[in-house]
């Protein structure tokens, strides 16, 4: 993840002219703003680009960098699509982010961005419309993988319509802050975690370092499961240092810690061993293990004696590619050997993961293409007798996400672990329960440790008694899965004046009632509108349906727009979302396609009142996202419309 992030940006200064010449002179807002971004200072830039756009909210260039900063925060990236829904207007071929001054334009690359915002934010389908036209825009000459893209769109449309039956609980504010947690690492008797944690800690002279990718250094922690089933408070393990550190595994016994630590310029794994009540003092893996390049994610067979590990090392299929050592009799490890092709590809694979009988291994990737949702997706696969490994499988949809899937584990009695990007903008460790794979649960007698005994868990006793005393420890949060996940809350408005005539727009002519009534019921509307300005929730006119295989607008259908044309001249400020929808009925591509011609009829509308292209984004979203039944006339009728978002 880390790395990918890096990668875009690299890309990114160098496709875009984004480089600025230091020795200029600048006076403006916008200068300074270029040079923090230059220098891939965004959290600097980001206050800038705030003040500007509260002063000019629909400042298009103000808006595109904001997006652009937080596309780069791992933990703030779904933060971006507001800003670059807020920017999409005046597309400029020449746009030059050198351009000290504010333009009033952004480059075609924002249909890349507003793509990958799409995704992150759970709507592929919308996604794969501005991929599409950011492809057809560039003619080939993007230096991203678009076709890679297209296809993550595709499969996760796939993967979100049919949800596996499993539950996605928050670990709570007991293991959770709100900065980074991850790197899970649990005892196979689910007795004892450890895991990686950004917060700031009052006892260190750790600098939680944000530039560069914006991802602070990370410190070790555990916590050991209390006879309520909760997670007693983190304890800070004592061999934290100054750098960047975080668990890899454990032994089946857990009382060996292998580490991954910053050295100087790459990471290195190391081990600690539990004796006398205490870790020993974390100790390298040695030049067998250990590279010039980076040494990551680690899991250790159930005997100890064999290591997979993730590395960047020379000679590998890609970036990130996952090796296998064994351990000799006199405890030295054998040269590290490539998994081979199967399992590796020319992108990154990492988090490997052994299951207990060192038959399957987990771990993520983002370059297998055939059934990724997008980022690292977590994968399997299974040893065969002469010792190949089988084509990697998918795990689905939510265990793999539109985000970065990382750090899967497995503990007894079918308790999975790993790292997710939450809806409350923070890398959490989370806990997935129900069937997910092939593989069978184990017991908790498998790998039994004795580590939760011997720990010395007074300490964590009577922390956890003074944390009890002063917070209350949050209830599990339980993740919904279902086939609508991506549709906002929908509000319909029911307009109508309370007397006998009982006039709603849905049922009359707004050019054919008197003026006193028509101002009535137009009032009501525009009130509804004003609240739902710059929420989630999206106006669904209840006129403007369609025929099937139709985009047409009709008369009543009319009505309900003249009514948003008359507030969007009263609120020149305000920006619109037109979404097409359709029903199941058809084939998708068909209904993509017809859902796109529905909000481009609405747009048509809009402009012909003379509302200013830049105002309006409009797409369709086909058969994805319905809000009735496809099994019924009724229901598929309801699904064949438009939906509006109102934006600030």
């Known amino acids: 993840m880390q790395r990918r992030i890096i990668t875009i940006l690299i890309l990114l200064l160098t496709c875009t002219d984004f480089l600025i010449n230091a020795s200029t002179t600048d006076h403006s807002d916008f200068s300074q703003v270029n040079r923090f971004m230059s220098e891939k200072k965004f959290k600097e830039a980001i206050p800038l680009l705030k003040a500007i756009i509260e ?14 900063c ?188 292998i580490l991954t630590r910053k050295t100087r310029d790459n990471y290195d794994l190391f081990y600690s061993l539990f004796e006398k009540g205490e870790w020993t003092k974390p100790v390298s893996m040695g030049g067998s293990i250990n590279s010039s390049g980076n040494e990551k994610e680690a899991s250790l067979s ?157 300490e964590v006793m009577e922390v956890q008694k003074e944390v009890e005393k002063e917070v209350q420890v949050s209830d599990v949060v339980e993740v919904k899965t279902e086939v609508e996940k991506e549709v906002p809350v929908v509000e319909t408005i029911e307009v109508e004046k309370n007397n006998p005539q009982n006039y709603s727009l849905e049922s009359v002519n707004l050019e054919k009632i008197d003026s006193t009534q028509r101002e009535l019921l137009i009032k009501k509307v525009k009130d509804y509108y004003s609240k739902t300005i710059g929420t989630d929730k999206s106006v ?15 008369m009543l259908s009319k009505n309900e727009l003249r009514v948003l044309v008359e507030y969007l001249n009263e609120n020149p400020t305000v920006k619109v979302e037109v979404i097409g929808h359709t029903d199941i009925v058809g084939d998708w591509d068909v209904n993509l396609n017809v859902s796109r011609d529905r909000a481009g009829s609405v747009y048509q509308f809009l402009l012909e009142n003379h509302i200013a292209h830049n105002r309006i984004i409009y797409y369709g979203k086909g058969s994805a996202a319905p809000i009735a039944s496809n099994t019924t006339i009724d229901g598929r009728a309801k699904n064949r419309r438009v939906e509006i978002l109102l934006l600030k």
């Not at 909210?57 to 808006?63: F, Q, V």
């Not at 992108?347 to 980022?375: C, Q, R, T, V």
Request: hydrophobic fraction near 30%.
């Open 55 to 68: 002063k000019d909210p629909l400042n298009p260039d103000a808006n595109f960098k904001l997006g652009i």
């Open 70 to 257: 937080y596309y780069f925060f791992p933990d703030r990236k779904n933060l971006a699509l507001e800003y670059f829904r807020n920017a999409m207007g005046n597309i400029n071929q020449n746009y030059k982010f050198s351009n000290k001054d504010n333009t009033g334009t952004v480059p075609v690359d924002i249909y890349f961005f507003i793509a990958e915002s799409f995704l992150n934010n759970y709507m592929p389908d919308s996604a794969l419309y501005y991929y599409i036209k950011y492809k057809n825009r560039v003619n080939q000459e993007s230096p991203f993988n678009l076709d890679k893209r297209i296809n993550w769109c595709v499969n996760a449309m796939k993967e979100m319509s049919t949800p596996l039956n499993v539950n996605i609980n928050n670990l709570g504010n007991s293991i959770n802050s709100k900065y980074i947690e991850r790197n899970p690492v649990i005892t196979l008797d689910n007795s004892v975690l450890f895991f990686s944690s950004a917060r700031p800690v009052a006892t260190t002279d750790k600098v939680q370092n944000d530039t560069l990718n914006n991802e602070p250094d990370g410190n070790i922690y555990y916590a050991i499961k209390m006879p309520s089933g909760k997670w007693s408070k983190p304890v800070y393990f004592n061999h934290n240092t100054s750098k960047d550190e975080f668990p890899a595994c454990l032994s089946a016994d857990g009382k060996m810690l």
């Open 302 to 458: 159930q005997d100890g004696k064999i290591l997979y590990f993730s590395s960047d090392r020379k000679g590998g299929y890609g970036n990130y590619d996952i090796y296998v050592s064994n351990k000799m009799s006199d405890g030295h490890w054998t040269n590290p050997a490539n998994l081979g092709k199967t399992i590796n590809t020319p992108d990154n694979e990492a988090s490997p993961f052994i299951y207990p009988d060192g038959k399957i291994l987990y771990f993520s990737s983002d370059g297998h293409m055939e059934e990724s949702m997008g980022g690292y997706d977590i994968y399997y696969s299974t040893k065969n007798d002469n010792d190949t490994w089988s084509f990697p499988k998918h795990l689905k949809y939510p265990v793999n996400t539109t985000r970065d899937d990382l750090n899967y584990q497995i503990a007894s009695g079918g308790r999975r672990y790993c790292t997710s990007l939450t809806d409350f903008n923070s890398f959490d460790i989370v806990e997935i329960a129900g069937h997910q794979d092939d593989a069978n649960d184990f017991s908790q007698g498998t790998g039994r440790s004795n580590l939760f005994s011997e720990l010395n868990v007074t």
């Open 540 to 554: 669904i006119f209840k006129t403007i349906f369609f025929s099937f295989n139709s985009a047409e607008l009709l």
